[in-house]
């Protein structure tokens, strides 16, 4: 079921008595690591209330097409955009025929036409509905569409009759949701990534930092959630959004963020990304107060600052250990001494000498060396960048 991880399911409720069954399937995927958005037609409200699959899903339910408190009033075409899959359990025989005929007139039916996720439904119905002429056409046309279908199982019915047209248990469509996708690059690891600068406070309205932006480290991050990663991103002061399905933890210093490291490997971690630019040094005394312009001069004695990356490589947790090498000029060779000296098992290094890559640059080249080979990853997107990264990232671990 780890192929659930991370996933966006929405979960379309149509009317029928086996929508009492949705509520349970809403937990059971949560269970499995997805996040669960739920769109109800009015049929469905006459049978389960909206308010019960709100408290279940823990977000708002949709039933209205033109939603004002969407943006610009689309709520489908924002749903349609969020999901990883659209699930409609139960799908009625009167919802398959609207959908296998391209109807867009209530929320769920336009949304399916305006998503480009997979959608697959769990039909349940009458036995003799299910046997109709109509609804078998109805199902062939949306398997030639591509819609998958889950089921029906056959047994007794809410009617009293027996025979096929029964909903799967939420059990068994859980399980045929999963292997809808792929198993993903990094699906069920715990990967940990640092990102940004870290600031060492001079006085308190002073500090020492470094250009880095934090870019490339949340780009990796989304990279790595989309690949079905549990993602723990440990970043220093930037300004950026959290991507999503990603948990942040924020810091400031380098011990901050070195505690932060170190105790999410404790925590258990498959693979460990060191992308933040950590200050090297940090004052030995930092002022109480703001300290005044009274001289020509002024001298700080520094001290050199714990080495995160280093410290995760030789954690008796050890995760599979990447480092990061921004250099601006002798590249290869120094990324190769830290490979070596920090016993990492692949580093990724580039020049940020140029004005087009590397620090506050939505662009970015990497060398991408390991014992043994490396591969050149050529000037493109960070989020390109990214995606390479974790899938080489991937197959190095694998190996």
Not at 3 to 22: E, M, P, Q
Not at 135 to 162: D, M
Not at 270 to 277: E, L, N, Q
Request: neutral net charge.
């Amino acid at each position: 079921m780890e192929r659930l991880v991370n996933k966006r399911i929405l979960l379309g409720v149509t009317g029928g008595i086996a929508a009492y069954k949705s509520a349970d399937l809403v937990r059971r995927l949560q269970d499995a690591g997805s996040e669960v958005r739920v769109v109800m037609t009015a049929g469905a409200c006459e049978f389960i209330t909206p308010l019960t699959m709100q408290a279940l899903s823990g977000h708002p339910v949709h039933t209205d097409l033109l939603d004002p408190r969407a943006e610009a009033g689309m709520g489908h075409i924002e749903l349609a955009r969020w999901a990883d899959l659209v699930l409609i359990a139960p799908a009625s025989a009167n919802f398959m025929a609207r959908m296998a005929h391209g109807h867009g007139n209530d929320l769920l039916t336009t949304l399916c036409l305006a998503t480009g996720a997979p959608i697959a439904i769990a039909p349940a119905m009458n036995q003799q509905m299910w046997a109709d002429t109509a609804t078998q056409k109805n199902l062939l046309i949306l398997q030639e569409k591509g819609v998958r279908v889950f089921g029906p199982g056959a047994g007794s019915q809410a009617c009293g009759e027996v025979g096929p047209g029964r909903m799967l248990e939420p059990s068994e469509i859980v399980q045929m949701a999963a292997e809808v996708f792929d198993h993903d690059l990094l699906t069920g690891l715990h990967v940990v990534i640092n990102a940004g600068p870290t600031r060492e406070a001079i006085d308190p309205v002073r500090y020492i930092t470094n250009q880095s932006s934090g870019k490339m480290g949340f780009a990796i991050a989304e990279a790595a959630a989309e690949a079905g990663a549990r993602v723990t991103l440990i970043s220093g002061p930037v300004n950026l959004p959290t991507p999503t399905r990603v948990k942040r933890i924020d810091v400031v210093r380098a011990r901050d963020m070195y505690e932060a490291c170190l105790s999410a490997v404790d925590g258990g971690c498959d693979i460990f990304i060191a992308t933040a630019a950590v200050a090297d040094y940090r004052p030995t005394v930092t002022a109480d107060h703001k300290i005044k312009k009274s001289t020509e001069e002024i001298h700080l004695t520094l001290v050199k600052n714990p080495d995160i990356v280093a410290a995760v490589s030789a954690h008796d947790k050890r995760p599979f250990t990447v480092g990061f090498a921004a250099e601006t000029r002798d590249v290869m060779n120094y990324a190769r001494a830290k490979l070596e000296n920090k016993k990492l098992d692949m580093i990724a290094t580039n020049d940020v000498s140029g004005e087009n890559v590397g620090f506050n640059s939505d662009n970015n080249a990497l060398t991408v060396i390991w014992p043994g080979g490396h591969k050149v990853l050529p000037l493109a997107a960070k989020r390109q960048i990214a995606k390479q990264l974790v899938e080489l990232v991937a197959i190095r671990y694998k190996r």
